[in-house]
């Protein structure tokens, strides 16, 4: 059980969550997630260790709606419970220092890049930010981004701000040496679809590049192999072995398809939910 | 007076037809009279040998004598004297190859019941409730890493002898493999949820929702205030085949399943959330208790056809006899000699069949089983829309990645002393198949007691 200090609507289906996690704060490192549930019979979900604060002994997780779990997550509000919450899971981001470091985030990936760009740019890296969203409304923690990060791009695909265009063309311009510059290390987060441009975008560069992966995940242990991802043809359990690995490795294709597994069964479970009064 | 009859009491059952299509226990457990009938059976022997098959040494001829004279409370009272968990024991004990295969009736007769007789003593002792303190007499306390049956054991003995005790265990709900492994209809989880009333009501305390090694590291235990500490982390990590097609869409692990199934009630979806999917046909790989467990519960959830497909042939199977005979009666499909080389899937990606091979017996392996040879030109295709693998698990990683000082072996088990479960560590103690590999609940519950034991002892050594 863990209690709910405060939120904030991000955008009308983001929701940034402030925990009273003592035993979580105090373990995290960027990169690692949380499993969490909120009622008895509820699926387990992961979502990512947004932020942290040891002093304070709390966590910060950015919850998007896509499904029932999520959207259950999101009705909570400060001073509820959740359930659940176990972690901090996976292995830690390692990233080599004093490079330029590209973080692209998409989606609820941004928040995924407060805690490790506040790390990087302390000890010394350069550090840029690259959010991408559809609209300007939907981007996310702008501002706290640029707290911690030595640039901040934003990409939205109508032009309402920064750049006119997806993530990837405005990381093809940096690779070419615009803006704040070539990239010596690039980590992705958001959706697979991102993931696998921007794998793309560094492949013929050669640009050490990392994508956090999003299986599906029951136990976060190691112990279902639910989470297999194919990675240099060896098959990964996201849950210990990563969830970030090389994205010149991974497999999307594989990925995206064991995603869409219980598309059915998400479904269903979806409508009986908007049926049952939620939205 | 001991009756020789040489054939066991049967034990009542469900209707195949009725109970393989819901989650029901199959084994409906012995009524009084059947019980001191089939007690009578026992001869008393001079020399039990049965009691060296059990691995906690319950005194087997004691009880059970109990029971003929019609006295259950004191039946359970020398149950409880050697094993903690009696109702657990009496229903998945592999009694075969343990109790039963040594009792002198098994020569010329079938063996007592003692795994039936055990489990009816603990029913009865639940029906009437049992009350069970402890007084916290000494000041230290102990952590318990895992909720399994090895954790579980030795924090009640820890607590009975007055030790304050926290267990921690990763998942949301303790029990191990007792939770998220052996199904509802071979373990109903009201039992399980008694044993663990009855622990808490001793005063062990249960934190959930913790995994040693990542929420706390093991050395923050000592910061923590425990004088010892006990790992009983279970061997959870489950094994693949390695061969092509794995990642296709329907291709799972039996842990997977059975935790879908189990641990997240998976089988009321859409009433809980998680969904678990089972095709039409269902092929199961392996053939110890956790792939009977997976066929007969793919059986449950509406599949058409579930087949085992095993590479040895049933006399190298693992699996509980009862299991088998179960399985065979509800339906299972045994493919013996039968070994996957390949999963079939079509363009959606979508499992579609499993490639096979038939094999044939040759020499002894390492293990003493007969080595399976491919025999050329057998390939087949069994056409199945889900594969799941049961080819067994190894000891969860995790812990010993992130401690310094703990030893394993090569199979990545933990190294600890036999009789005291001392591991590498000081203070550290560990048991169950952490330490032994897939084994056995009772040689589960049987380490953590020792453990417990050697735990006092190093605490408070005996003046
Ligand atoms: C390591 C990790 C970190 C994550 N971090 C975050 C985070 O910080 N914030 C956040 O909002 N979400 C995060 N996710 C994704 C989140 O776990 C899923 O969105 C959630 O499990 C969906 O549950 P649901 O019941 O709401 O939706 P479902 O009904 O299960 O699914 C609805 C839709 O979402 C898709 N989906 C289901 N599970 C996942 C998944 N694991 N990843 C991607 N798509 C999925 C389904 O294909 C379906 O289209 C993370 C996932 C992983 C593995
Ligand atoms: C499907 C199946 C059927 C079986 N059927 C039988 C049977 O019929 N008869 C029989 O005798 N045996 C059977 N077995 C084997 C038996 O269940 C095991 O031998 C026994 O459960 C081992 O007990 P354990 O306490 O060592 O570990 P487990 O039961 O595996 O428990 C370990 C616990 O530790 C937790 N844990 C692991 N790592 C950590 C960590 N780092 N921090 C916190 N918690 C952690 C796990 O979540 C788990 O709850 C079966 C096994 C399976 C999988
Ligand atoms: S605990 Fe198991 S081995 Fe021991 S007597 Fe009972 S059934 Fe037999
Ligand atoms: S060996 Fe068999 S007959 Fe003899 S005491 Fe044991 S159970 Fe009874
Ligand atoms: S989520 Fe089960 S092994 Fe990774």
Redesign the pocket.
């Known amino acids: 059980m863990a209690k709910i200090l405060s939120t904030r609507q991000l955008t009308p289906i983001t929701k940034l969550f402030v925990v009273d996690a003592p035993l979580v704060a105090e373990a995290a490192r960027p990169g690692q997630f949380v499993i969490l549930r909120v009622r008895e019979g509820g699926e387990r979900i992961p979502v990512t260790i947004a932020d942290y604060d040891r002093a304070a002994r709390t966590i910060a997780i950015v919850v998007q709606e896509v499904g029932v779990t999520t959207r259950l997550v999101n009705r909570l509000g400060a001073g509820d419970d959740i359930l659940d919450v176990v972690g901090p899971l996976g292995t830690p981001v390692e990233i080599p220092a004093g490079g330029h470091v590209v973080g692209v985030g998409g989606g609820f990936g941004a928040a995924a890049l407060l805690c490790l760009m506040r790390e990087l740019t302390a000890r010394g890296d350069r550090t840029t930010s690259l959010l991408g969203a559809r609209t300007k409304e939907l981007l996310i923690l702008v501002d706290e981004l640029r707290a911690v990060s030595t640039n901040v791009e934003l990409c939205t695909d109508d032009g309402s701000a920064g750049h006119h265009g997806l993530v990837t063309g405005r990381l093809a311009e940096l690779i070419a040496g615009q803006g704040p510059g070539r990239p010596d290390h690039v980590i992705a987060i958001g959706p697979e679809v991102m993931m696998r441009a921007v794998a793309e975008a560094t492949r013929p560069e050669r640009i050490h590049t990392l994508v956090s992966m999003d299986p599906l995940m029951i136990?976060g242990?190691g112990?279902c192999g639910g989470c297999r991802v194919i990675v240099g043809g060896e098959s990964k359990f996201a849950c210990v072995d990563g969830p970030c690995f090389d994205a010149h490795q991974v497999d999307f294709t594989v990925a995206m398809r064991r995603g869409k597994a219980y598309a059915a069964e998400e479904k269903l479970a979806a409508e009986r939910l908007a049926a049952a009064g939620g939205r | 007076m001991p009756v020789k009859r040489a054939d066991k009491t049967p034990m009542p059952v469900r209707l195949p037809e009725e109970r393989a299509h819901d989650f029901g226990e199959v084994n409906e457990g012995y009524a009084l009279e059947r019980a001191m009938f089939e007690a009578e059976r026992c001869l008393r022997c001079q020399d039990p040998v049965c009691v060296e098959g059990c691995p906690v040494r319950i005194p087997i001829s004691d009880f059970i004598h109990e029971v003929a004279a019609g006295d259950l409370v004191a039946a359970a009272r020398i149950l409880r004297t050697a094993n903690p968990l009696p109702a657990i024991?009496g229903?998945?004990?592999?009694q075969e190859t343990q109790c039963e295969e040594r009792c002198v009736m098994g020569g010329r007769f079938r063996p007592v019941a003692i795994g039936h007789l055990e489990r009816f003593v603990a029913d009865q002792e639940r029906a009437r409730g049992i009350s069970t303190t402890a007084e916290r007499t000494h000041s230290e306390k102990v952590a318990v890493?895992?909720?399994?049956?090895?954790?579980?054991?030795c924090a009640g003995e820890l607590a009975r002898m007055g030790y304050g005790v926290t267990v921690?265990?990763?998942?949301h709900a303790?029990?191990?493999?007792?939770?998220?492994?052996?199904?509802e209809f071979?373990?109903p989880k009201a039992i399980l949820d008694h044993e663990i009333a009855v622990l808490q009501a001793m005063g062990v305390e249960i934190v959930c929702d913790?995994?040693?090694?990542?929420?706390?590291p093991l050395d923050r235990l000592f910061e923590m205030g425990y004088a010892a500490v006990f790992?009983?982390?279970?061997?959870?990590l489950p094994q693949f085949l390695g061969i092509p097609g794995e990642d296709l869409n329907g291709v799972m692990s039996?842990?997977e399943f059975?935790t879908r199934v189990n641990l997240m009630k998976g089988y009321t979806f859409p009433e809980a959330d998680t969904p678990v999917k089972i095709g039409k046909r269902v092929a199961v790989v392996g053939a110890?208790?956790?792939?009977?467990?997976?066929v007969r519960t793919a059986l449950r959830l509406g599949a058409e056809e579930a087949t085992i497909v095993y590479r040895r042939s049933d006399k190298e199977m693992t699996?509980?006899v009862e299991?088998h005979e179960h399985a065979i009666q509800e339906g299972v499909v045994f493919d013996w000699l039968t070994s996957p080389i390949e999963v079939v899937g079509d363009e959606t990606g979508w499992v579609t069949g499993l490639r096979c091979q038939k094999m044939r017996l040759g020499e002894p392996d390492a293990s003493g089983r007969a080595r399976p040879v491919p025999i050329p030109g057998s390939e087949h295709v069994i056409p199945v829309d889900t594969v799941i693998v049961?080819i067994g698990?190894s000891p969860?990683p995790?812990?010993v990645r992130t401690t310094k000082g703990l030893q394993t072996d090569r199979h990545g088990c933990l190294v600890a002393n036999e009789a005291t479960g001392l591991t590498s560590k000081p203070l550290v103690f560990a048991?169950?198949?952490?330490?032994?590999g897939?084994?056995?609940?009772?040689?589960?519950?049987g380490?953590?007691k020792r453990a417990a034991h050697a735990i006092a002892e190093a605490l408070s050594p005996a003046a």
């Open positions: 136990d242990t112990m | 024991c229903r998945v004990c592999p890493i895992g909720a399994g049956p090895a954790g579980l054991v921690y265990e990763g998942l303790p029990g191990g493999v007792l939770r998220y492994g052996i199904p071979r373990l913790v995994i040693v090694g990542r929420t706390l790992v009983g982390t279970g061997a959870g039996a842990n059975l110890g208790n956790t792939a009977m467990d997976a699996a509980r299991e049961a698990t969860n995790l812990l048991g169950g198949d952490a330490v032994t897939t084994a056995t609940v009772i040689l589960a519950a380490a953590g």
